[in-house]
């Protein structure tokens, strides 16, 4: 489909120019509504779409579908059908959606059971998660930490730019939008001294980045190809990966990030397929050299998405102290999927993989206060007169993520999480 087609969709549900969500997009999401049961939904302007209330009431009776697939408390199952299922529905949903139709727009009593408004709903985890791997996939971000912690000549590693480098993250700490987190606790090692001390982190920052969802793949010991790998995408988020600096540091060698990165990542509520992101396509940077022949992708493997990170002290207003965008990524999705599996490593329905910080060429673009203020060298002034060198207690970060091309908009609304103290116990 065209930039033009999308923008002649038109739903007869009312839809902004500014928003997120215009039929085109139908992101996947669960949501509850005062707290009741959780069902699977998509979201139409400010309208949420209970999904398990529209098929028991017989409008996916001409799709293959499970009779309980969407009264689930998360989208894994939905997710295990595969592609050609999940782009049916899709296709289904815009006949029904289009302004010109009227089976659902025009029965008031089926309106009534399957249209909330977004104000009136709670949004819930869209997946069980079961595993989760973190990339560190931006030249930009890799090469500004190198400098600040081995300097120019030693930026990036040997592999870098040979292997889309990963390690296996924690998926139980992975958390909704509006999930407030906890400054955490642990060993950190203050400047001038021998010995390391214990308290909650003094260095709390946020990780700009995107993840993707997968779907379920080959059995054991096969690989996914590069070639074949977004068949394998379902959709993405928005990915807030929270950061103690000062722990990560005195932990990760030799082995990485533990606790440092642990205690909690914060998504974006709806999933945006890929087949909703598919007109943003583009380039990816060149990569040079040339990667072994396992992770070189032909055509366009990434996607034009703008980003946001606004942080806001509490009781006052936010303040942007970042702008970036997905393309910027050296390693594209495919390549990260394809690395992943190379070597037999099997994936599940509702894995999520997290690009790494996001970062840009510019100093504004780049995706994480560590790289802003430059190692605590270079404070960020807010809008109530106050710095940041890195989060203090009761800081609210927004990270917001859209795609804009000739007019035409969609995106994944916003991942919003608050900073509170530490638990004494």
């Avoid at 959606?97 to 727009?105: E, V």
């Avoid at 971000?141 to 400098?147: C, E, L, P, Y």
Wanted: aromatic fraction near 10%; glycine fraction near 8%.
């Amino acid at each position: 489909m065209t930039i033009q087609q999308a923008k002649d969709l038109r739903s007869w549900i009312e839809v902004t120019n500014e928003s997120d969500f215009p039929l085109f997009n139908l992101p996947l999401g669960v949501f509850s509504i005062d707290d009741e049961t959780a069902r699977c939904g998509t979201r139409i302007g400010d309208t949420a779409i209970d999904l398990g209330g529209m098929q028991q009431l017989g409008y996916f009776s001409d799709l293959d579908l499970p009779d309980d697939i969407f009264v689930q408390e998360t989208l894994n199952d939905f997710i295990s059908l595969g592609k050609n299922t999940h782009r049916n529905w899709r296709k289904r949903m815009m006949e029904i959606f289009d302004k010109d139709n009227g089976s659902l727009r025009n029965n008031a009593a089926h309106r009534q059971e399957v249209l909330h408004p977004v104000s009136e709903i709670q949004m819930m985890m869209p997946v069980f998660v079961q595993d989760y791997t973190d990339f560190y996939s931006s030249r930009e971000h890799a090469t500004n930490v190198g400098i600040m912690f081995r300097g120019k000549e030693n930026a990036l590693m040997p592999n870098w730019l040979h292997i889309p480098v990963g390690y296996h993250g924690r998926s139980s700490s992975i958390v909704v939008s509006g999930v407030d987190i906890h400054r955490p606790k642990g060993q950190q090692l203050p400047a001038d001294a021998e010995t390391p001390v214990f308290g909650p982190s003094k260095m709390m920052d946020f990780e700009l980045e995107m993840a993707f969802i997968t779907t379920d793949g080959k059995p054991m010991g096969h690989r996914i190809t590069a070639e074949e790998a977004e068949d394998y995408i379902f959709g993405m988020v928005v990915f807030n990966d929270w950061s103690a600096r000062d722990i990560q540091k005195w932990e990760y060698v030799p082995l990485g990030p533990f606790l440092g990165k642990n205690f909690g990542s914060s998504i974006s509520p709806w999933i945006v397929t890929l087949d909703a992101l598919d007109i943003f396509r583009c380039a990816s940077p060149e990569q040079n050299p040339k990667p072994l022949p396992y992770l070189q992708t032909a055509g366009e493997h990434t996607f034009d998405i703008n980003l946001e990170v606004t942080i806001a002290p509490k009781g006052e207003n936010d303040t942007t102290v970042c702008r970036s965008n997905f393309k910027y990524l050296y390693w594209n999705m495919a390549q990260q999927l394809a690395h992943h599996t190379v070597n037999g490593c099997n994936i599940n329905a509702g894995d999520m993989m997290a690009s790494g910080t996001i970062s840009g060429p510019t100093e504004d673009s780049f995706g994480s206060m560590l790289e802003l203020c430059w190692k605590g060298t270079k404070p960020i002034p807010m809008k109530d007169g106050s710095e940041r060198k890195f989060l203090q207690d009761h800081d609210t970060v927004i990270m917001k993520a859209h795609c804009e091309k000739e007019g035409f908009r969609l995106g994944f609304g916003e991942v919003r999480s608050t900073i509170i103290p530490a638990i004494n116990d």
